[in-house]
């Protein structure tokens, strides 16, 4: 673009002609920029029909009116949208059960990702489009909201004006009039769809179970009277009068904090191994993986706050490094001393190796799939490195979604004590799982594959003579 081309851009974004300014498009830019006028709040980018859309508001900053020209002249308004896309894929593909819909039938309608597409892709003074963890949570949201209508009594449009800050007291059109048809579609295919968890799951996904006689038939006899005692000796060492509710100094009760450093490192880890591989009842199984998670902490802290160099000025005031020492001791042993006795109680006891609720006399509980997390997240770093088209990625990146959907279920599962299946992982492990989900998917959305269909990677490329000057 000259310079006589930029000045008549920037005059024509100043005052506000969008017919103008598509014409110039069509000039210039052979018609890839759309520009479309709304009576909302900031300049949003969005590509639709492989054109890149620009919807622009009555009023734009001055710097806007600079930063806009130089956006378009060197390009980084289209690449911002590509960006744009990716942010949305990400955002549309973790907010819906897409494997739930999938089993029920139903696509995700692209009305929907025509209308979060905006919601993420606002440009800031630069004129450039961040999506950065808040415009993609704002996304995410939206998509939520959709999905919930129905219930809050709202309609896809209610929505739309409210995330695109839509001003209804002018007389023109708010939006332009294609997004008419993206909302009816939306609004039919996805307000009124009514689904549970257990749609993100098929019958190959678990296998049914019989109620085992027995949860400790796959721990040693030495494994299990090494977590019995370490559960009796880490409840006295909690309810050790010498042991302070809320530390004040290091000097005090420096014994007690360093027993409760030693015996919180043995029990969370008899803790955790016994929780993943013992056959507890699930109540037992869950409180086992919460006495090995606090037991940790508390270990760790009690390290922190014991340190002969921490001055009490540190803790009592809650120094930088040593707040959250303090807080996680002090959750953690209120936590500890409520949990341990029944943990204690069902152990000791043999709790477990009957039914403890009616209906599994009836119907066996169904034993979720092993999600074998080492080789899924191997796999998906192995064939980030084969992406050689847009196709792979997006192959690639359902699969992923598909894993975190299948992820959130089991977690579910867990906080919710679904007495009709058992999970195979703990808690800390499936949210390990979750985000290492999270950081692949978004690494496959960054990439852009390069098209060797490009006149720049043929081989047999006639050059003209002297093409080198």
Known sequence: MNNIAKDILRQIIKTKKIDAFNEFSNIELDGKLVVESYNGDGMRIYNKKDKTHLLMPKNISVIQENTLADAIENGTIFDDANTVDNATSYAVNTSLPVRG?????????????????????????????????????????????????????????????????????????????????????????????????????????????????GFFSTLSPDTTAKLIYHLNTMNDVINNPMLPDAPESSDKSLNALDELYSEGKELSKFASKCAENGKFDRRTSQ????????????????????????????????????????????????????????VIKNVESGMGKEPIQEGFLRKAPKRLKDLKIRDTITYITLEINEIRDTNDAQI??????????????????????????????????????????????????????????????MVNVNYPENWRG
């Open 396 to 457: 690639l990146s359902g699969y992923v979604c598909s894993k975190l959907e299948i992820c959130d279920f089991y977690i579910s599962c867990i906080d919710n004590n679904d007495p009709k299946y058992i999970v195979p992982h703990t808690r800390p492990q499936l949210i390990q799982f979750q985000n290492d989900l999270n950081r692949l998917l978004t690494q496959i959305l960054k990439i852009r594959p390069v098209n060797r269909a490009d006149r720049t990677w």
């Open 101 to 213: 819909l999938m089993n029920k039938g139903i696509n995700i309608p692209g009305g929907l990702i025509n209308l979060t597409k905006p919601v993420i892709g606002v440009l800031d003074d630069e004129c450039r489009a961040n999506c950065d963890q808040i415009n993609i949570d704002n996304g995410s949201q939206f998509v939520k909201d959709i999905m919930k209508s129905k219930d809050t009594g709202n309609t896809v449009n209610d929505i739309v004006d409210d995330y695109y800050n839509i001003d209804n007291s002018e007389d023109d059109s708010p939006l332009p009039d294609d997004f008419g048809s993206d909302i009816y579609e939306t609004e039919k295919e996805l307000r009124d769809v009514v689904l549970s968890p257990e749609d993100s799951i098929d019958e190959d996904d678990y296998e049914e179970v019989e109620i085992e006689e």
């Open 287 to 342: 409180l086992l993986s919460y006495v090995a998670v606090a037991s940790d902490e508390m270990s760790k802290a009690a390290d922190t706050i014991s340190n002969p160099m921490i001055k009490p000025d540190d803790i009592m005031y809650k120094e930088p490094g040593m707040k959250e020492a303090v807080n996680k001791y002090t959750d953690n042993k209120k936590t500890l001393r409520k949990v341990l006795p029944e």
